[in-house]
T-cell receptor, first 116, second 112 residues
Framework: DADVTQTPRNRITKTGKRIMLECSQTKGHDRMYWYRQDPGLGLRLIYYSFDVKDINKGEISDGYSVSRQAQAKFSLSLESAIPNQTALYFC???????????????FGSGTQLSVL | AQKVTQAQTEISVVEKEDVTLDCVYETRDTTYYLFWYKQPPSGELVFLIRRNSFDEQNEISGRYSWNFQKSTSSFNFTITASQVVDSAVYFCALSEQGKLQFGAGTQVVVTP
């Protein structure tokens, strides 16, 4: 089984709909992240969480919200989806600084979201 | 602010040729980490290497090698004797304070 699991893998929705993307992990990491990938732009950070009570905005948080339900779960919501939110979304986890895996991200398989 | 620049959008080579991917970064921190990730056509992101800012030794792993030059803020990646399986998008990333910032990626196309 994958260490970082994203659901759904693919989603097509209409403008104005509320969408939730879910992420769960079995790595035991406190730190979790949501990125979106657009062609030619690489991956951009939407939100991140360093523990269950910590939520931080990334560089492109407008139009998104997140919920850290437990150490293992971090969901991303689009309250009212719009076409320019069509992208590939990745969830990731990492160990805290100071360890051998310092800041290395472990990614889920991605969720392709299309907003029509 | 930090920034990662991968100036090459796409590189096409014939199998067995070498290919070098450029990565230039900007940061004000003295402690940071640099990464390379590979994204094959299947879409997953595969970790290749992590380098901290205090370790400027070059590294070789099989056909892959990395050249870190702090003086020019560059962390370049070379694939030697490329193979069709190397066809992918390659991302350079800079991490500081627990967050990774990615470059735009370089698409490598290796043809037989």
């Amino acid at each position: 089984d994958a260490d970082v699991t994203q659901t759904p893998r693919n989603r097509i929705t209409k403008t104005g709909k509320r969408i939730m993307l879910e992420c769960s992990q079995t790595k035991g990491h406190d730190r979790m992240y949501w990125y979106r990938q657009d062609p030619g732009l690489g991956l951009r950070l939407i939100y991140y969480s360093f523990d269950v009570k910590d939520i931080n905005k990334g560089e492109i948080s407008d139009g998104y919200s997140v919920s850290r339900q437990a150490q293992a779960k971090f969901s991303l919501s689009l309250e009212s989806a719009i076409p320019n939110q069509t992208a590939l979304y990745f969830c990731a986890t990492s160990e805290p600084p100071g360890g051998q895996g310092n800041e290395k991200l472990f990614f889920g398989s991605g969720t392709q979201l299309s907003v029509l | 602010a930090q920034k990662v620049t991968q100036a090459q959008t796409e590189i096409s080579v014939v199998e067995k040729e070498d290919v070098t991917l450029d990565c230039v970064y900007e940061t004000r921190d003295t402690t940071y980490y640099l990464f390379w990730y590979k994204q094959p056509p299947s879409g997953e992101l595969v970790f290749l290497i992590r380098r901290n800012s205090f370790d400027e030794q070059n590294e070789i792993s099989g056909r892959y090698s990395w050249n870190f030059q702090k003086s020019t803020s560059s962390f370049n990646f070379t694939i030697t004797a490329s193979q069709v399986v190397d066809s992918a998008v390659y991302f350079c990333a800079l991490s500081e304070q627990g967050k990774l910032q990615f470059g735009a990626g370089t698409q490598v196309v290796v043809t037989p």
